[in-house]
């Protein structure tokens, strides 16, 4: 049974940081693709960041230079560093895997690419 589970959300000021983690288990980490996704309130959910198990990364057009992806394979952890943050990051942030079968050149980064997901962190982030 595939479980994923976030913390690190907050409350935070305009230009802060804060650090997402997503604990994973119950399957081979290392062969599946793991991503970030948000949610805010009244929008669809949005890809932010995705990583594969050789360490590629790829990144939503707005979160770029600000956000970083990175994944601690023994620990089975993914991590989301954050920083200078903006009102507009405030979401809820959903960690997500689907299983590396070589359909992808690149880490997968739309909703309907995945289908584990975890229960979500909130992130809000005041002007």
């Given at each position: 049974?595939?479980?994923?589970?976030?913390?690190?959300?907050d409350s935070v000021q305009s230009g802060g940081s804060l650090?997402?983690?997503?604990?994973?288990?119950?399957?081979?980490?290392?062969?599946?693709?793991?991503?970030?996704?948000?949610?805010?309130?009244?929008?669809?959910?949005?890809?932010?960041?995705?990583?594969?198990?050789?360490?590629?990364?790829?990144?939503?057009?707005?979160?770029?230079?600000?956000?970083?992806?990175?994944?601690?394979?023994?620990?089975?952890?993914?991590?989301?560093?954050?920083?200078?943050?903006?009102?507009?990051?405030?979401?809820?942030?959903?960690?997500?895997?689907?299983?590396?079968?070589?359909?992808?050149?690149y880490p997968p980064l739309e909703p309907y690419q995945y289908?584990?997901?975890?229960?979500?962190?909130?992130?809000?982030?005041?002007?």
């Open positions: 049974q595939v479980q994923l589970v976030e913390s690190g959300g650090r997402l983690s997503c604990a994973a288990s119950g399957y081979s980490y290392s062969s599946y693709y793991m991503a970030w996704f948000r949610q805010a309130a009244g929008k669809e959910r949005e890809g932010v960041a995705a990583i594969q198990s050789d360490g590629i990364t790829r990144y939503a057009d707005s979160v770029k230079g600000r956000f970083t992806i990175s994944q601690d394979n023994p620990k089975n952890t993914l991590y989301l560093q954050m920083n200078s943050l903006k009102p507009e990051d405030t979401a809820i942030y959903y960690c997500a895997a689907v299983l590396d079968s070589g359909d992808y050149y289908n584990y997901w975890g229960q979500g962190t909130l992130v809000t982030v005041s002007s």
